[in-house]
């Protein structure tokens, strides 16, 4: 049946927005279609989805060092730019006040040099986009190497509604 309703699935202007914050946007339209077979409403199944998608950035974010660590040092600041290095010299000093970690210990779950540190990062960058802190690689300047850019954003949270839609429903 859901098969059948995809085609004519014709997500309402806010559900269309919605279904373009979605990495996996042709799952999303998927879910919505089965959803609206099944008589459980698509707009509901896009909020349940949300909803799961924000927990796993909290779970993503509380498990990773280096986010919670980027988040404190952005706290306060609009934007920071500098290379991998430099970076990493900020940071350091919050891993071991902050979070509680030697970073020269190489069993700490720390990234040990500037290389490993923007790689991380740079796998993170979506999650701390959910977090409120966008990750860029602004063009290069002069000598400085590669750089990265750290910029908050303001209201970053994804959010919906899903005050009428239970736990167990989903």
């Given at each position: ?24 946007a ?82 700490s ?46 209201d ?15």
């Open positions: 049946k859901a098969i059948g309703m995809l085609p004519l699935v014709n997500l309402p202007p806010e559900d269309q927005r919605a279904l373009g914050r979605f990495r996996m042709d799952f999303a339209k998927w879910g919505y279609a089965v959803a609206e077979a099944a008589g459980w409403g698509g707009a509901r199944f896009l909020a349940a989805y949300e909803r799961n998608i924000n927990r796993q950035h909290e779970e993503a974010v509380s498990a990773s060092l280096l986010s919670q660590a980027i988040l404190e040092f952005m706290a306060g600041r609009n934007e920071w730019e500098g290379t991998a290095s430099e970076l990493k010299i900020q940071l350091d000093p919050i891993a071991n006040s902050t979070l509680g970690i030697d970073p020269t210990n190489r069993q779950g720390w990234p040990h040099d500037a290389a490993r540190l923007s790689k991380e990062l740079f796998r993170l960058a979506e999650t701390l986009a959910t977090s409120g802190v966008e990750v860029s690689r602004p063009p290069r300047s002069g000598k400085r190497g590669r750089l990265i850019g750290l910029m908050a954003i303001p970053s949270t994804v959010t919906a509604d899903t005050s009428d839609i239970a736990e167990s429903e989903w």
